[in-house]
């Protein structure tokens, strides 16, 4: 007789579907107010409550309240290039929700890896920011019925508590139709992993 088979993978693997865990691109890259366009301090944002399309649904992340925990971006965080966590940017130096949005204040690094980057994003080249997260607590809202805060009609799932987990500069943004301007998001690792590295890149800057 043939084994049963197993409706979901007993290990998962890294391409391995994680409700929980996601990646995507949103956002605006700005020089601060008051300073020259060679500073290397920028603000950013990098999430916002626009649904986005994952394999269960439109996803939505909820930024009122205390719904988004920003305390390892505030911190360990610090800034990736295409999510890479051997190629360190820069840090950030403060994370808030402002609007709706997830923003952040980050300054470059100077060694050639980080200066290369930062030129792109000072020419134009490098546009978008993008954000990975981990998804705490969800609200599940059926085809037609209304969100428990009245904001949202479902379909949609709603992350009602999550953590933003690293904020990166992209070259291929994972919604392109997200861009990012200048003006003066599937699978992930798991989270443990991602917050052993991080915290080994912010020991290495030290």
């Not at 909820?62 to 390892?72: E, F, I, K, P, Y």
């Not at 204040?105 to 978008?128: C, I, N, P, Y």
């Not at 609200?139 to 009609?153: I, L, N, P, Y």
Request: aromatic content about 6%; glycine content about 8%.
């Amino acid at each position: 007789m043939a084994a049963k088979q197993q409706p979901w993978p007993l290990t998962r693997t890294r391409n391995s579907p994680r409700k929980n865990d996601g990646t995507r691109s949103m956002g605006q890259i700005l020089a601060r107010e008051g300073e020259e366009d060679n500073s290397r301090r920028r603000i950013l944002s990098f999430s916002s409550e626009e649904p986005v399309d994952r394999y269960f649904g439109p996803e939505i992340l909820d930024h009122s309240g205390d719904a988004v925990n920003l305390q390892r971006l505030n911190e360990i965080g610090v800034l990736l290039f295409n999510h890479d966590t051997d190629k360190v940017v820069g840090r950030i130096l403060r994370a808030w929700v402002e609007n709706g949005r997830g923003m952040a204040e980050v300054e470059f690094d100077t060694d050639a890896a980080a200066e290369t980057v930062f030129q792109k994003v000072r020419s134009g080249t490098l546009k978008t920011t993008s954000v990975r997260y981990r998804v705490d607590r969800w609200e599940v809202v059926e085809a037609g019925k209304t969100s428990g805060d009245g904001r949202f009609t479902g379909p949609c799932s709603i992350a009602r508590k999550w953590t933003p987990v690293e904020v990166s500069i992209v070259s291929v943004p994972a919604d392109p139709t997200v861009g990012v301007g200048r003006s003066d998001g599937e699978e992930a690792l798991p989270l443990d992993l991602w917050e052993r590295q991080i915290q080994i890149n912010q020991n290495k800057m030290r």
